[in-house]
């Protein structure tokens, strides 16, 4: 590969700065010409009442700005410290289960939710899962 730029590629970066054209924001995916915003947040390194603060926080701002679908990171729970705790619940206390329950059992947040993807959370393999949003009538 060479590391000179050819004229048309310079010409066609020149026209590109001065143009008003501007670039596609990377959240919005375009299907059947309807807009869909994803949007993720990260929740590792929260324990379990940050991390359910911050998703509740989450999901009512991506509601009012549209957003569709929202992935969350959970992580697999993997490295949790519940898992050396006899006392604890092994599943509930690792942000990848008890998230996704928190969610389910908040009715002011499930009336703006069409659908939570339970076969990501329960999947072994996946520490992540999605959140579909209704929308703003």
């Known amino acids: 590969m060479t590391n000179k730029l050819s004229d048309k590629d310079k010409k066609d ?15 919005i995916e375009l ?10 947040i990260d ?15 989450f999901i009512e701002k991506c509601f009012l700005d549209k957003v ?14 519940n898992l050396d705790d006899p006392y604890q619940s092994k599943d509930l206390g690792i942000l990848k289960y008890s998230v996704p329950e928190f969610i389910k059992n908040n009715p002011e947040l499930m009336n703006k939710i069409i ?5 990501s959370v329960n999947s072994p393999s996946k520490g992540n899962f999605d959140i579909f949003l209704k929308t703003i009538k």
Do not use: C, P
């Open 13 to 27: 970066w020149q026209n590109f700065l001065d143009s008003s054209e501007k670039l596609q924001s990377k959240d």
């Open 31 to 40: 299907v059947n010409d309807q807009i869909i915003l994803e949007r993720s």
């Open 43 to 57: 929740l590792h390194g929260y324990n379990l009442e940050e991390a359910n603060k911050k998703i509740s926080e």
């Open 68 to 81: 569709k679908k929202v992935n969350v990171i959970t992580g697999k729970g993997m490295r949790s410290k």
């Open 115 to 119: 659908k939570i993807d339970f076969d």
